[in-house]
């Protein structure tokens, strides 16, 4: 019988096992850090899909309406994309209206651009056009249909009594009719009363120095076709500013308390609030008898001033014009009269406003032999109003200082009553887009 022997296995130590070799210290690995999460890559530009699509973005880069009325020409495929409306409104915020004249549009009367200026292509499409607005709004028997302000394309008109009276109470205007309407689309909106819970926030007669109405941007940055009507009622210790916005069809009402109170010889014909100007997102108006300029914010709806300095408090209202600087600050051209007379020479002082203090930039000689006032500033353009001091028969003409580059060139002629009217900008008939 065969019997089988038994080996023990016995476990040597590492340091036994590998004859020759160090000791070895087994320890668990170490444990790797958390993972950084990798930052999202960044959206891919939107991939233009259609050959439409990129004739439209091609299309955007024109700089002038010139330029686009010609590529409209050039094919049938081409004028449907670029005579779209919502093609337009993108075009139109990118490269806003030129100036192309000046409008009266009670009397129907336009005094265009004309060439050499760059405008003159533009304001030629406008020839015998008919800007008035009474023939399509609806009559009202015993008034008659006025325009009051003219802004971006639109024109704000009311419908006053045709014959006031000496007794016409002011607050007859808070009841009035108002219409905005689009000239060229030959569209209108009629406006819904004000309340009387807010015409009951107006004051008496005796405190109350004066009302200005007029359009304004819309609230909603998004929408075109919005558009806001300010009621601004100034009186001596506060003021009351009634906005009714396209956006709800309501009015609304704020009121601001004044930093000065007005003295009791208030004019409101020599100290009221006269030269409103829309610069930047800012209405702007000049109180001669606080020296200041009144600012409107129209995003945040909150009044500021600026104070004016002792050289610019002896200009009268048509003696200068507010404008938008470089980087959003506030400029200022301010006509200079050497000898403060006809037979004086003119030449403009251009300031901008830094650290609460205006200073000169630029003085820019004028035309000799020409008596001017500015006119105002739009598309772009401030304008001036000139008569001819040798010949003072003869009819007034214009000139445009461009704001960017402060050349001053030939606009157009006018005429006895062309100093009345308001600045028009805007694009060819068509190619604008509606406005209402």
């Avoid at 023939?135 to 006025?146: E, H, K, N, V």
Wanted: hydrophobic share 40%; net charge negative; glycine share 6%.
């Amino acid at each position: 019988r065969t019997s089988r022997r038994r080996r023990d296995v016995v476990h040597l130590p590492v340091s036994e096992s590998r004859k020759g070799e160090k000791d070895v210290n087994l320890v668990d690995p170490p444990i790797p850090p958390p993972a950084i999460p990798m930052a999202a890559p960044p959206p891919e530009p939107p991939i233009l899909r259609t050959h439409d699509e990129l004739l439209e973005e091609i299309f955007l880069l024109l700089p002038t309406a010139a330029d686009l009325a010609r590529a409209s020409l050039a094919r049938a495929s081409f004028r449907r994309l670029i005579t779209g409306h919502a093609f337009l409104r993108r075009y139109r915020t990118l490269h806003p209206p030129p100036l192309i004249g000046v409008l009266e549009v009670d009397d129907n009367a336009f005094f265009p651009a004309q060439p050499p200026h760059p405008s003159a292509a533009a304001a030629r499409t406008f020839a015998g056009f008919d800007f008035s607005c009474s023939s399509f709004l609806p009559s009202t028997a015993g008034r008659t249909w006025s325009a009051i302000d003219l802004f971006d394309g639109r024109v704000l008109l009311d419908g006053a009594p045709e014959e006031r009276t000496c007794d016409f109470d002011h607050l007859q205007l808070l009841v009035r009719e108002l219409a905005v309407c689009d000239p060229v689309f030959r569209r209108y909106i009629l406006l819904p009363a004000v309340p009387g819970d807010l015409t009951a926030l107006v004051p008496e007669r005796e405190d109350l120095l004066d009302l200005d109405t007029f359009l304004a941007p819309g609230d909603d940055d998004e929408d075109p076709l919005s558009f806001r009507v300010m009621w601004l009622v100034r009186c001596r210790r506060n003021m009351l500013l009634l906005v009714f916005s396209s956006v709800d069809g309501q009015w609304h009402a704020l009121t601001f308390d004044q930093c000065r109170s007005v003295p009791g010889t208030f004019d409101p014909y020599k100290d009221g609030l006269i030269s409103r100007q829309f610069v930047g997102r800012r209405f702007c108006w000049h109180p001669p008898v606080l020296n200041d300029l009144l600012l409107l914010d129209t995003h945040s709806m909150e009044f500021s001033a600026v104070s004016l300095q002792p050289e610019l408090l002896q200009c009268q209202c048509d003696d200068f014009v507010v404008l938008e600087a470089a980087q959003g600050m506030l400029g200022m051209l301010l006509v200079i009269n050497d000898g403060h007379n006809h037979d004086g020479t003119y030449r403009l002082e251009y300031f901008v406003l830094r650290n609460n203090q205006w200073r000169s930039e630029k003085v820019i000689p004028l035309p000799a032999k020409y008596d001017v006032l500015l006119f105002g500033v739009a598309g772009g353009y401030a304008l001036i109003h000139a008569h001819y001091t040798p010949s003072l028969q003869e009819n007034p003409v214009y000139f445009s200082v461009d704001i960017k580059t402060l050349q001053v060139d030939f606009f157009g002629e006018g005429s006895d009553c062309s100093d009345s009217g308001e600045l028009y900008a805007g694009f060819p008939p068509s190619l604008c887009a509606p406005t209402i």
